[in-house]
């Protein structure tokens, strides 16, 4: 398999761009080599500009559930582009994305939409300080919420894959109302609250994704729930990456839990820049034009991204692909667990619904620290062997891998098989 375009384009995006990428989790910083290039894709596979292909688990880390190009989204976003693309003001089909995501969120009278996740978690986190009137946020190490200053502390995602432990350039300031605490760890939220009494709420991903897929435990959520209602505390839900992934709408329905505020974003943009938070009536009118939380966007509520939102859902809703992905991701974890058995690698599997991932570790992997346990250099020998076995991984032991619902019966024996080389590989690393 060659990259010789790919390595050109590297070495001449270098020059204008920085590392060549516009987001460093598209990097090979942690798996060594150069970024791949991308030509196309169509279905279930990704073509780089070299030609090859592969089957596609990164899926645009997420958003891409329905597989690339489907071909009523693209559909409805060239009927949506002979219209215009962009009006600063209103139209017919942001009620109707709007309608459809509330009506899939138990918890959720009015929305507002926005251009990413990290916009929807900082609108969230606003709108949960003004109705409130309280000040400090607590979040889980590991949980990765955006970009926004204040959250970017034991981040998980692209920090943890570059072992960063926070970003410079943001003041002590902007993260004094910030406190963490430990992933499936309740008493780690009751100890700041015994200490702090000004708490606006608590933001978590419901199932965590960007320091791999670790799974909530037992009743944690639930009783996080409680214990937030008994302080009058809000529980923000951030299922930018979660939503629409393991059922339609969120994971807060499967888990038993409901949020006070709902972030989403990814799968909601069918691949075009879109976010969103929302909540019952009574915490949206905070935010104006209704209530003195100010938000807004240029480009929020674009027509064509829009169109692709409507079209994913509406075919998603349609296609209900919850139980294949939940069958794909056994046979997956399966395959893992048995190559890595049959060639003596330490691995821990987790999954929820189409969200998947190894790690090399011999311990169960609930938090953060459990996370990083594993062993990186594994990761990267298995990751090339997936590459040259046509399948394309997230570049970083702390992602997730995505299920599309474009995947076909040949698409899974191919990645079992690539799996089971992979392992090999890693296996023969080790000797
Ligand atoms: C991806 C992600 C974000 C950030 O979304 P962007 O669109 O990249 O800004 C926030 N929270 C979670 C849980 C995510 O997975």
Redesign the pocket.
Known sequence: MEFKKSHKLYNKGLVNLVGAVNSPVRAFASVGGNPLFIEKAKGSKIKDVDGNSFIDLVLS??PMILGHRHPKVQKAITKALKNGYSFGASTANEIKLAKIVCDAFPGMDKVRFVN????A?LSGIRLARAYTGKDKIIKFAGC????QDSLLVAAGSGLATLSLPGSKGVPEGAVKNTLIANYNDLDSVKAHFEKHDDIAGVIL?PVA??MGVVIPQDDFLKELKAFLESKGALLIV?E??TGFRSKFGGAQELLGVEADIT?L??VIGGGFPV?AYGARNEIMENVAPLGGMYQAGTLSGNPIAMAAGISTLTELKKQNPYEFFDKVAAIIERSLLTSAQKYGVELTVNRFGSMINPFFTSKHVTNFEEAQSSDTKKFAVFFWEMIKNGVFLPPSQFEAWFLSSALSSKDIEKIKKAIDNSMEAVSKMEA
């Open positions: 880390y997420g990413s996740g990290t916009e978690v990765y919420h955006g970009h991903e994704g960007n951030d930018v990456m972030c974003g990814k976010g």
